[in-house]
């Protein structure tokens, strides 16, 4: 708005249209959004970073497309009571799947809020958490390159990298690895390809990490049931453990303590996918106005837009 009025010369055309146009009104404007109305049998809950790097705790209607709450801060006692406050027990006693990443806050706020629910963990939460814990175990050995480097340092001794065959020195082989453990080896160019074999020659643990993932996206891709997936998902954990690699033994250990609610994906194959996308739309949203200068006017914008 303060664009167009710049280009048409006309002064605070963004206030005028807050103040006047748009409906909007400061003494009664909302500090949190609620809708009741919007709220169904299948739920999604997640968190955003949505203004000025606060915290929002966003759920949403997965049938409808539709916000049912935005809610300031992510501590679970205060949003359970906002919920159980806006949301009338009827209503949250008819919810049947709630998805949600693996934070145990939003757990407990299911648990409080919506007792006859099945509780699913996104498989893409969990794909991601191992795929951190392998850049980790890439990270930790770049690390050990640096530190050897400052040590060399310090004692004023030489310290060579020598090149691999593609021109690479260690610590950029490394470096330059990151996004070629995010794909599968099918989706490699030639020069990550190329960079994938030194990789692993060089950091077998690497090799061995990067195989851990793959078989757990595998393994999600399947078509199965719930018990056929309780058994591989229990031997990609001790997979893992028989590894010997840190990081991953980390990843299993996490898989373990979440099992029962990662395990409900394979009900109905149910992901938070769409609280993802609504996250991004209002985060896009948020672009399109060029940012926030007050925020109880954008809350009112995205009621108007997002209700």
């Not at 997965?62 to 949301?87: C, F, P």
């Not at 629910?117 to 191992?130: C, G, M, P, S, Y």
């Not at 998902?233 to 840190?246: G, M, T």
């Amino acid at each position: 708005m303060e664009r167009i009025g710049r280009l048409y010369r006309v002064p605070r055309l963004g206030e005028h249209y807050r103040d006047r146009l748009s409906g909007y009104d400061e003494t009664t404007a909302p500090e949190e959004l609620f809708f009741p109305e919007n709220l169904g049998e299948k739920m999604a809950i997640d968190e955003t970073s949505l203004i000025k790097g606060e915290l929002y705790s966003l759920l949403t209607n997965k049938s409808t497309g539709k916000l049912v709450a935005l809610m300031r801060g992510t501590k679970a006692a205060e949003i359970s009571d906002k919920l159980m406050k806006h949301l009338s027990v009827e209503k949250r006693m008819k919810v049947e799947e709630v998805t949600l990443d693996m934070d145990d806050g939003f757990d407990w706020v299911v648990r409080q809020c919506f007792p006859n629910a099945e509780f699913i963990v996104d498989r893409f939460h969990v794909q991601k958490l191992v795929t951190e814990c392998m850049q980790a175990l890439r990270i930790t050995e770049r690390q050990k390159i640096l530190t050897q480097r400052r040590e060399a340092k310090k004692t004023k001794q030489s310290f060579r990298e020598t090149a691999y065959e593609n021109g690479d020195t260690p610590r950029q082989l490394l470096a330059r690895s990151r996004y070629l453990l995010f794909k599968q080896s099918s989706s490699w160019t030639e020069s990550q390809k190329a960079r994938a074999i030194i990789l692993f020659r060089e950091y077998p643990d690497m090799l061995r990490a990067y195989a851990l993932s793959q078989q757990l996206k595998k393994l999600y891709d399947k078509q199965m049931t719930r018990d056929v997936a309780a058994t591989l998902l229990r031997q990609w954990c001790e997979d893992c453990e028989a590894s010997n690699i840190p990081e991953m033994q980390d990843a299993a250990a996490s898989v373990l303590r979440h099992e029962g609610r990662i395990l409900n994906f394979w009900n109905n194959r149910a992901t938070n996918a769409f609280a993802e996308s609504f996250n991004a739309k209002i985060k896009g949203f948020r672009g399109m106005l060029r940012g926030i200068k007050d925020t109880k006017f954008f809350l009112f914008r995205c009621q108007v837009y997002f209700s």
